[in-house]
């Protein structure tokens, strides 16, 4: 199906200029896929959406899915030291068995930074659902995105948890995805199939953001759903090394939210044998389309930063470690001269040269080797004599830019992805008033 | 003396898009101080400039500053790990005694990412320099701004060595603060006078810099100048602790130049009496007022930050410690969204509790207090009831932004300065070629 904009019409509350911003209606990113995947059943997961009006009109922006007893849920949550109530929950309920029975997610309003009152809201839709799905209260998943600093009207959600619990269906995914969007252009998706030990499992996925950077209005969430059967720990810890490739190799502007959050949950109705650890052999190809998949969503939610107009891939090779090409990468990645150079599609690695300077990790200037394009354009420190710049610009007036860094120091490497500083992102974040 | 834009005419290698910005043409900034302060004549300070043609025609480009025997120098330069050839020679010279009898600083060219070629080039000049001047060659400091990945023609400097040296004057200051600018749109500068116990001192000062946010073409050099008697040791250590309060407490756009370099020269004519110890108390006003003197030429740099409409002064009190206090500030005056909500005069304090929550030190969300332009919006980590927001806002139409945020944990407090980040920002390093 097309990716048709979402509906932003906003009637909240007079004067809490916070929320402005949910006023803008904005093209599809350019760098949007077309459509969403055609998601199939996954045995064990029931879906269902419905309109709260808490901020906008005329959409679904609640989000109800169910799993069966016994499915296994794990997780990874903003760093935040201002989290949102929400990311806390979840947290806590991570820490005591990792069972699910549902996930609910609104959209429209954070509930974070709201005190205490914003805890009783967010208890009272959880001791609401808990009671509709017949489980314990740690077994629901939640999550809030939308404006910081407003106490989230928890009545005209529990309302609708009658309605909801009773329409979940096994094919409502494509709703889901959309409604759970706020300032994101186009809604976010992705399947996959594989085996554990040669019987099929199913993975799909959905996400949102306009990558880390609104936490006002949009933050970061991914939801991702298997029939594998999958204990806690286990699912955890491929969590963990999938994102740590993917979500965590992502950045828009540097700014990271209040309530990022990213699960995974597996209902263990795909029938395939038990799985003894992380590094069990049956789990090899799994472990291999898991990760392929939450890396299709992070750079889709690249994809939609805020006035985005490249795509972005940095690879750094030659560092001490991976951990310091990482961090290399990212001061290359979220440097603002950077990604406006390349918004200007203008050649000026000067500029990698000083990002990869200020990252602090080791770097051996006089080995430097800067590739844009697939072409060399400095080696030994200084720029190749008569590399071709021409070539070097027709790469950066494409969508697609590709840049590659060997450091000289050692074997590290790893690869990030942005989108570069535009005119756009300063319209939405500082113009919107206007 | 009024402020007049320098001239900015390029006149550089064809096909070097590196350098295309070199030709925009600016207004002044509007955070731009009204004058260069009237700057004394330092007894042991002589200086000239010359036109070189490097880069610019039409203007001195060339500066040589020359001390008596005797005089110490005390610095601090940039820790990026891609720093250019000067940078490092400084690094050399300061730890093999600290002895200073001339400073050479050209712009046009950083002659940074050059390779040996650089290298040669640099020592071609301080060679010519030190026999001019009749000195050891580790008693000459350089800087060089501007483009970087291209050699230096270093004969278009010795060429004018003879003229510069027979040139020097006490009164040359002016000259002096115009003639290291690249993409400035003002000259920075700053004249103190204290005493060292009961004897008369003073300290001038000059810098250039757009922030350390256009490492290509435009770095952050300052230069500070006394008379007084102060031994090297002394001497960077006042200028360390300066520095982390000034310099190092500003921020443009997180970028760090490959060429940043902070020096102070004492000439020890003043005839104060001998300072045994950093902690002398005969130096407490000297410290306080140097201190003063390097703050006012880095918040010169602050308002001269590419694009900058509003300068934002940033305090955070209530964390573990000052280090923490600093990292939280930082966090908030690097914000892209911060940046941008101010730049759109909105009083987004969501967007400071994500900043503080990034910034990944102590910080309790339910005691943050985030003050803006001195009325509190938030307390208990959540909104104050009925806050004048019309009031945040008339405060945010200003030009002078004063946020202070406490997080609840401890004593540690740190304050740093700011602007805003604009279009303009945006237009200058994107959109130059157009």
Redesign the interface.
Known sequence: MDNIPVPRLYTGIK?K??D?RMTRTEKISPLAPANLPDFPEITGVMLATAATGVKYQGRDDLLCVAFPDGATVAGLL??????SAPVDFCRRNLATGGKARALLVNAGNAN????K??DVAMMSTVRALAKKIGCETHEIYISSTG???E?LDSEKITVHMDEITRMLSASGWPAAARAILTTDTFAKGAVRRTDIGGVPVKISGFAKGSGM????MATMLAYVFTDADISQDILQSLLKEAADKSFNSITV??????SDTLLAFATGQAGNGRIKHAGDPALANFRMVFQDLLLDLAQQVVRDGEGASKFIEITVTGAEDDRAAKVIAMSIA????VK??I?????????I???????????D??R?EITIGGQKV?E????VPGYD?AAC?RHLKGREIVISVDVGVGGGAATVWTCD???G??DI?????S
Not at 78 to 83: D, F, G, L
Not at 112 to 115: I, L
């Open positions: 004067g200029n916070i402005k903003t760093r935040s030291k201002t989290s974070a930074f709201t005190g009152a914003g404006v910081i600093g106490v950077i609104a936490p006002d502007d540097s700014d990271t939210s209040t979220n440097s603002p001269l406006t150079a918004a200007g599609e203008d050649a000026n690695w000067g500029r040269v000083m990002a990869v300077g200020k990252a602090g990790e080791a770097a200037r006089d430097l400095t030994y420190g200084m720029a710049e610009t500083l535009t005119h992102y300063i974040n500082a113009d919107y008033r």
